[in-house]
């Protein structure tokens, strides 16, 4: 028999029938429901015993550029302990790895798995700490301090020197008006106020 996951639902339902199996569901369903019972048939029946001998004339009528000689090397399931400890990955991470491993024996180049990657900036040690604040240093970095509340951080002396000149420069309501400007705003909103009372009444 080939692969379950290559069958379609119609050769599914097929092998579920023989071995006695419930025939109603999705493909992926009828997959594990046929790996499950092939499992179980697989050490106490002798028909799976029968059946791998010809699916071994198959596949080595498949693939015959492929030496007997130079077995593609599998790596080792890890011991349950070691799996039992690491963290379930999600099934399409599982997927992909058993992808990469079937390409990597189609090829013949051995398989390694994926090393799990270090969160970035977890855990630096005293020597990677001095040599980064080395690094800002020498490049002008500053270390952003950490802020006391979520509202404005506290101004130094330079920064409330340069806010004052830019309100002496831009005329903003810290410095003091002209006698004159105000004056003349003054004639402009009674001249105008008088014409928006006129337009009114009329």
């Known amino acids: 028999m080939s692969d379950p996951k290559k069958m379609k639902v119609a050769e599914l339902k097929d092998e579920l029938a023989k071995l006695g199996q419930s025939v109603s569901g999705k493909k992926d369903e009828l997959v594990t429901r046929l790996e499950e019972a092939l499992a179980a048939a697989a050490p106490a029946g002798t028909e799976s015993q029968a059946a791998a001998p010809s699916e071994a004339?198959?596949?080595?009528?498949?693939e015959p550029t492929k030496s007997e000689s130079s077995p593609a090397p599998v790596e080792e399931a890890p011991p349950a302990s070691e799996a039992a400890a690491a963290p379930a990955s999600?099934?399409?991470e599982d997927e992909m790895e058993a992808l990469k491993r079937k390409r990597a024996e189609?090829?013949?180049?051995?398989?390694?798995?994926?090393?799990p990657k270090a969160a970035a900036g977890a855990a630096l040690t005293e020597d990677?700490?001095?040599a980064l604040a080395k690094r800002a240093a020498r490049f002008?970095?500053?270390?952003?301090?950490a802020k006391a509340a979520k509202g404005e951080t506290p101004l130094t002396a330079e920064q409330e020197e340069l806010?004052?000149?830019?309100?002496?420069?831009?005329?903003?309501a810290a410095a003091a008006?002209?006698?004159e400007e105000e004056a003349k705003r003054a004639k402009r909103a009674a001249r105008f106020?008088?014409?928006?009372?006129?337009a009114a009444s009329s």
């Open 140 to 145: 002008g970095m500053i270390e952003k301090p």
């Open 106 to 115: 189609r090829f013949g180049i051995p398989f390694e798995a994926p090393k």
């Open 163 to 172: 806010r004052a000149k830019r309100a002496a420069r831009f005329g903003t």
């Open 193 to 198: 106020a008088a014409a928006a009372a006129a």
């Open 128 to 130: 990677q700490k001095a």
């Open 177 to 179: 008006a002209d006698p």
């Open 57 to 62: 004339k198959k596949e080595g009528a498949q």
């Open 90 to 92: 999600a099934p399409a």
